[in-house]
T-cell receptor, first 113, second 118 residues
Framework: QKEVEQNSGPLSVPEGAIASLNCTYSDRVSQSFFWYRQYSGKSPELIMSIYSNGDKEDGRFTAQLNKASQYVSLLIRDSQPSDSATYLC?????????????FGTGTRLQVTL | DADVTQTPRNRITKTGKRIMLECSQT?????MYWYRQDPGLGLRLIYYSFDVKDINKGEISDGYSVSRQAQAKFSLSLESAIPNQTALYFCATSDLYTTGQAVLDGYTFGSGTRLTVV
């Protein structure tokens, strides 16, 4: 079982719709969760972080965390063509000073006109 | 100037050659990382360093070595390049900090080096 699992997609949504991206993780002691956006050939860019159960909103983005189900999601409202990218879920196990990120393989999102 | 700079941006090299990828940062972060990215495999950690005197292997360190010359510089070497090392390589830095009960580690990535081994 992979530590961080994502559906590779592509996930295709029409412009203006809500895109829902999902991620599951295997390590129950994971404490911090991140969503990165990566355009083709470019470096990952951090768009959201969350560490408490529930929802966290930032503009058109909402991250949702359910630690009991070991599940984290990213909702993108009013999807725009510029949102078309690969979205990477990343998890950190808080082992103090030894903590480092583990990435999923990413979900490719296509926003169609 | 970028916070994390990688050189070169693109490189084509021949099998068996030694090649060095360089990374420098102006963020003042102690922690630095080297990842490679392959289609369908995501980002995989090669080596990481939590300070100048600390070097650790990641999940795919075979065939690679690193040098942490200073807090700001972390180089990745391929001693004898082979075609399956063709990939997109990223350097990243981070700064460990705590907020409430959680430890957060925000990463900043360089622009990447596209390496092709022929």
């Amino acid at each position: 079982q992979k530590e961080v699992e994502q559906n590779s997609g592509p996930l295709s949504v029409p412009e203006g719709a809500i895109a829902s991206l999902n991620c599951t993780y295997s390590d129950r002691v994971s404490q911090s969760f991140f969503w990165y956006r990566q355009y083709s050939g470019k470096s990952p860019e951090l768009i959201m972080s969350i560490y408490s159960n529930g929802d966290k909103e930032d503009g058109r983005f909402t991250a949702q965390l359910n630690k009991a189900s070991q599940y984290v999601s990213l909702l993108i409202r009013d999807s725009q063509p510029s949102d078309s990218a690969t979205y990477l879920c990343a998890v950190i196990r808080n082992t103090g000073t030894a903590s480092k990120l583990t990435f999923g393989t990413g979900t490719r999102l296509q926003v169609t006109l | 100037d970028a916070d994390v700079t990688q050189t070169p941006r693109n490189r084509i090299t021949k099998t068996g050659k030694r090649i060095m990828l360089e990374c420098s940062q102006t963020k003042g972060h102690d922690r630095m990382y080297w990842y490679r990215q392959d289609p369908g495999l995501g980002l995989r950690l090669i080596y990481y360093s939590f300070d100048v005197k600390d070097i650790n292997k990641g999940e795919i360190s075979d065939g690679y070595s690193v040098s942490r010359q200073a807090q700001a510089k972390f180089s990745l070497s391929l001693e004898s390049a082979i075609p399956n090392q063709t990939a997109l390589y990223f350097c990243a830095t981070s700064d460990l900090y705590t907020t409430g009960q959680a430890v957060l580690d925000g990463y900043t990535f360089g622009s990447g080096t596209r390496l092709t081994v022929v």
